[in-house]
């Protein structure tokens, strides 16, 4: 049995299979996300999941600086051949980052908590901030066997996270049911346990895996430069989403106070219920960004830009004609989904749930392509593109979310259509950033290799 093991984790696939390898356990994931917030939300009611959203964009924005970027860059490095071992600098560089991430949130929780208006976001924080040293460790896991075209360590990882989330944070839930903030606290607490469990079983499978091949490939020293040159724009791409779900948490829920007194509910309805929903269709295609850097990367290292746009061209077709019946589904199905996923949200807020749905069915389109179309500019070594797209999105979204409840009096709906009208914009540009792609393009990580004084690719 432990050989079989061994073999399952250590077997490569076609782009095909890996991808849906990928997606498989990205949806098992947010399906499991989704299934929870239904014990979740009749344990904590919707004050309760409007405490628990209002922490998850400062820890997602350290997280997005200690690991976001290095799946991606660490897959990419590894892929195009001329970068074995670089997991193991990135383990020293990001173990360090991600230290200095889980200690930057615990100090932040006060602050935090006072520029909510809401006090049981301190304790909240500080015990979630440890997950961002684990997540860290997982990233740079992923993103080694994601360069070695082994997709199963990823989606296993990803399942486990969840399942343990799950286990603990009812079991917390339930046993702090009477205490409602220590109750958001401690389900809070089941996230980093899941981050610190799934970071040894991932440091299992890398250091069984490394074993197995280490006489396979001549390792060189890994720059801590080379591995930043993509990461670091990936990262600061990323960044800019849980930016802006900080900034609206602020805005948003300081200007539904204006016009209601249910502010942190409503917060919590779009952000932790309608938000959830949307996500799982996304996931679905999140295995074909994933499957694409290491597809992509030895084309566009090689110079055959031609191929690598054509590849990632037919990413993005794929990736629309999945998104498209889910966004169809969406629409149509809001109404059971709501009663199947949050049934125990009053007759008003489900009813409120279910326009939220509607409006943004339009991002399992967007958002599924934005990600794909993400992960084919960094396999063509030009993440800072997407970086523009993010951050230019980003700050529209935010602006627009004050301009619609402040001015139009939207209520909550209008951070709903801003976010559609976002991710349009960001769908948009990074598609026209691919079809821009050959000719006389020249790589960002070439240029990069040639500052340093190496030859080009």
Not at 157 to 184: D, I, S, Y
Not at 293 to 313: N, T
Not at 424 to 440: E, H, K, P, T
Request: hydrophobic residues 55%; proline residues 4%; charged residues 10%.
């Amino acid at each position: 049995m432990p050989n079989l093991l061994k073999k399952i984790f250590s077997e490569k696939q076609s782009f095909l299979a890996g991808a849906v390898i990928i997606s498989a356990g990205g949806f098992i994931s947010k399906l499991l996300g989704a299934v929870y917030r239904i014990p979740l939300t009749n344990i904590l009611g919707s004050e309760g999941m409007g405490i628990y959203q209002m922490v998850y964009p400062l820890y997602c924005i350290l997280l997005t600086v200690s690991a976001s970027g290095i799946p991606a860059g660490v897959a990419r490095l590894i892929s195009s051949g001329r970068a074995a071992g670089a997991e193991r600098a990135a383990f020293r560089l990001y173990g360090a980052i991600g230290a200095a991430g889980a200690v930057l949130m615990f100090l932040l929780s006060g602050p935090l908590a006072a520029a909510q208006g809401e006090p049981a976001v301190e304790l909240c924080c500080r015990l979630l901030s440890p997950a961002v040293l684990f997540t860290s460790v997982i990233s740079v896991v992923r993103g080694y066997f994601q360069g070695r075209h082994n997709m199963i360590p990823t989606a296993f990882t990803e399942v486990c996270e969840q399942l343990f989330k799950v286990f603990f944070g009812v079991a917390f839930a339930m046993f702090f049911r009477n205490n409602m903030p220590l109750a958001v606290a401690f389900t809070l607490l089941a996230v980093t346990i899941s981050e610190a469990l799934s970071a040894l079983f991932a440091v299992f499978l890398y250091r069984g895996e490394r074993a197995r091949v280490r006489s396979l490939y001549k390792e060189r020293e890994t720059l801590y430069g080379e591995i930043l040159a993509y990461t670091v724009p990936i990262a600061f791409a990323a960044i800019a989403m849980p930016l802006s779900q900080l900034a609206e948490s602020i805005i948003a829920v300081n200007l539904l106070r204006s016009v209601s007194g249910d502010a942190t509910a409503l917060y919590g309805i779009f952000s932790g219920c309608a938000v959830t929903i949307i996500n799982l269709p996304v996931s679905v295609t999140y295995g074909l960004a994933a499957a694409s850097v290491p597809k992509i990367s030895p084309k566009a290292a090689s110079g055959d830009m031609a191929g690598a746009k054509s590849e990632a061209l037919k990413i993005v077709l794929i990736t629309l004609a999945v998104a498209l019946p889910f966004a169809a589904a969406l629409f149509i199905f809001a109404p059971l989904a709501v009663k199947i996923i949050f049934s125990s949200l009053s007759a008003a807020h489900s009813s409120l749930l279910v326009k939220l749905v509607r409006i943004m069915s339009v991002n399992a389109i967007t958002l599924s392509c934005v990600q794909s179309a993400s992960a084919c500019l960094t396999a063509f070594g030009t993440p800072l593109k997407s970086t523009v797209t993010q951050w230019t999105t980003c700050i529209l979204r935010v602006a627009l979310t004050a301009v619609f409840i402040k001015y139009a009096r939207l209520s909550v709906e209008g951070a709903a259509i801003a976010a559609n009208i976002a991710y349009f914009v960001a769908a948009a540009l990074n598609v026209w950033y691919i079809m821009r792609a050959g000719g006389a393009y020249e790589s960002y990580f070439n240029r990069f290799r040639r500052r340093r004084g190496r030859p080009q690719s």
